[in-house]
């Protein structure tokens, strides 16, 4: 299956400061999903990225899919403690088998 | 609407026992998915079901087992439980088997001792 990995693997913020987690691949991507998990919860679907460049916005969250579809990244403005929890990227492969990446896990203090 | 119900929430095995976590998936979806999710790593592909048949193995020994029902409900089994067994199990369920996003349910957390 589609390894990626994720930098950093653990960011600790102030709240008010911007966050960005990436995801690269070795091989290219057919699309790519995010997911958050907060600390004792389970996934929950962000965004799915499809297209090559592909920028797609949510409030404060911002994802991006590579021009080459190896990358991407999630970038967060002015987090708040609501930010808290657990970041993958997971590349899609046959049907809707996901692989998820490792994870960035953000911590966002007073 | 109800979304992806797990149960039980938590289970306390013994090694070598087995074990049955059963997940019911969203009403219309048609699809489910199940991932391990070991303590401080990403959730692990074990199956995936559409229609009730095997549509995908992930990398996981011939213990792990599944099934999915005609209500689209299924049941995730492991024999000759292992203490390494113990993680979270999350059932996820998707309209579809074209990378439709996946909701996932609360998990049983499986303990083996």
């Known amino acids: 299956g589609q390894q990626v990995m994720q930098i950093p693997q653990y960011q600790h913020v102030q709240e008010g400061e911007d966050f960005t987690t990436y995801c690269n691949s070795s091989t290219t991507l057919s699309n790519i999903q995010w997911y958050k998990q907060r600390p004792g919860g389970h996934p929950v679907f962000l965004i799915q990225l499809v297209k090559s460049g592909e920028v797609k916005k949510q409030k404060r969250l911002t994802f991006q899919f590579g021009e080459a579809k190896k990358n991407s990244s999630l970038h967060i403005t002015a987090t708040q403690t609501t930010d808290v929890g657990t970041y993958f990227c997971a590349p899609t492969g046959t049907a809707s088998k996901l692989t998820f990446g490792t994870g960035t896990r953000l911590q966002v203090t007073l | 609407d109800a979304g992806v119900t797990q149960s039980p929430t938590h289970l306390i095995k013994t090694r070598g026992q087995h074990v049955t976590l059963r997940c019911s998936p969203i009403?219309?979806?048609?699809?489910v998915s199940w991932y391990q999710q070991v303590l401080g790593q990403g959730p692990q592909f074990i199956f995936q079901?559409?229609?009730?048949?095997?549509?995908g193995r992930g990398n996981f020994p011939d213990r792990f087992s599944a099934r999915q029902f005609p209500n689209y409900s299924s049941e995730l089994n492991v024999n000759a439980l292992l203490l390494g067994d113990s993680a979270l199990y999350l059932c996820a369920s998707s309209a579809d088997v074209n990378n439709s996003p996946l909701h996932f349910g609360n998990g049983t957390r499986l303990t083996v001792t």
């Open positions: 079901y559409y229609e009730k048949e095997e549509r």
């Open positions: 009403s219309g979806h048609k699809s």
